[in-house]
């Protein structure tokens, strides 16, 4: 019998990914991976969120229920260092960084598979509306969800083969309704549980103030720009500010302004018309490729440049070792340094890199 390492949040997706493995024959064994910081133990846990101490106590209740072993393991180590460390250098750097994705490859697997493996798992699992599966060239890839409008493949590109080969999803064939309708059947408490919003480390949205206080710096104020530069007016600080922005800046030009890009080494924002702020291209490094091992010429794909963005096709070619670029058949809007770009070929995911 396969051992299976579940990842349980403490939500509904997972608590059901955990019951459906149970019915196919595995040996589950459920798990929570602590990686709140000490200091914001009591922030965490009036907030809940993913990870939050609220997290355990469900996911304990769920593993009694469904009579499975359950285990708290500590990773705020790797958290810290692969999520928090790198949300606040992003940011400093005048990019938008996506922790949930270094969340799910660093922790949630690297971390979390290793811990496994180490105690005889052959699997981990997790509740992601993604699939697992394993293409005639023999890569391994992700199909995405049975229901487009909750698949998650966006948010889990770059994981590894390896990672990939000892995974499972089976929360990827169902919708969310039928998810809910499963835990009501068994008599999950969670099956009402609503889906955890925002960052999980700063649960009130103010990522600003939490990289002021973390860093314990001010940030200094500095001048809205435009691409000509022209001063418009003061900025609070370019961690206040991401590339496509336009509510919240504060400005009066009579016509919609947007933040067009920043510059951390002239702590400017450059602000522009809807018309400058649209994208024709973009390039992007840190490539991870699933569908193929590597890309060998231009392709034309389905494009994904931000978690809730529809999609666009475009067209995506190696520009040097680890770096592409990708021509949009229509130009985009807020196209935005630090966020993820993820190509799709036939429903699975061919790979995707950092913007940059």
């Known amino acids: 019998m396969s051992k299976v390492v579940v990842g349980m949040s403490g939500g509904v997706d997972s608590s059901v ?21 000490d200091e914001e133990q009591a922030v965490q846990e009036e907030n809940g969120g993913c990870c939050g101490l609220s997290a355990v106590d469900d996911a304990r209740r769920v593993a009694a229920a469904l009579d499975i072993p359950y285990y708290v393991m500590n990773f705020k180590e790797s958290f810290k260092k692969n999520v928090i460390d790198y949300f606040i250098e992003e940011y400093l750097e005048g990019r938008t960084p996506n922790p949930c994705i270094a969340c799910n490859r660093y922790v949630k697997w690297e971390s979390l598979l290793q ?48 990672q990939l080969k000892r995974t499972l999803m089976p929360a990827g064939a169902y919708s969310k309704n039928e998810i809910r309708a499963i835990a009501e059947k068994i ?23 939490y990289i002021e206080i973390k860093t314990g710096e001010k940030m200094p104020e500095g001048n809205f720009v435009t691409l000509e530069g022209k001063v418009l007016g003061q900025h609070k600080g370019i961690i206040h500010y991401t590339v496509g922005q336009r509510k919240g800046l504060g400005l009066a030009l009579g016509y919609p302004a947007f933040v067009l890009a920043i510059r951390p080494e002239t702590n400017e924002v450059v602000i522009g018309t809807h018309a400058e702020s649209m994208a024709e291209s973009l390039r992007a490094n840190q490539l991870n490729f699933m569908a193929v091992e590597d890309l060998t010429e231009s392709m034309h794909v389905f494009v994904k440049i931000r978690y809730n963005h529809k999609g666009v096709w475009g067209t995506i070619e190696k520009t040097g070792e680890d770096e592409l670029v990708c021509m949009f058949d229509e130009p985009q809007r807020a196209v935005t340094p630090g966020q993820a770009v993820v190509f799709y070929k036939d429903d699975y995911v061919l790979g995707g890199g950092t913007i940059l």
């Open 187 to 209: 008599g999950l408490r969670v099956a009402s549980k609503p889906d955890s919003q925002d960052i999980c480390f700063v649960p009130d949205g103010d990522y600003a103030s």
């Open 17 to 37: 990914a955990a019951y459906l493995l149970k019915e196919q024959g595995y040996d589950v064994i459920g798990v929570t991976m602590q990686i709140w910081q």
């Open 115 to 162: 811990r496994s493996l180490a105690i005889g798992a052959d699997y981990i699992a997790t509740g992601h509306y993604a699939r697992v599966v394993q293409l005639p060239n023999g890569r391994y890839t992700l199909q995405r969800s049975a229901t487009l409008d909750k698949d998650q493949t966006y948010a889990l590109y770059n994981l590894t083969q390896e």
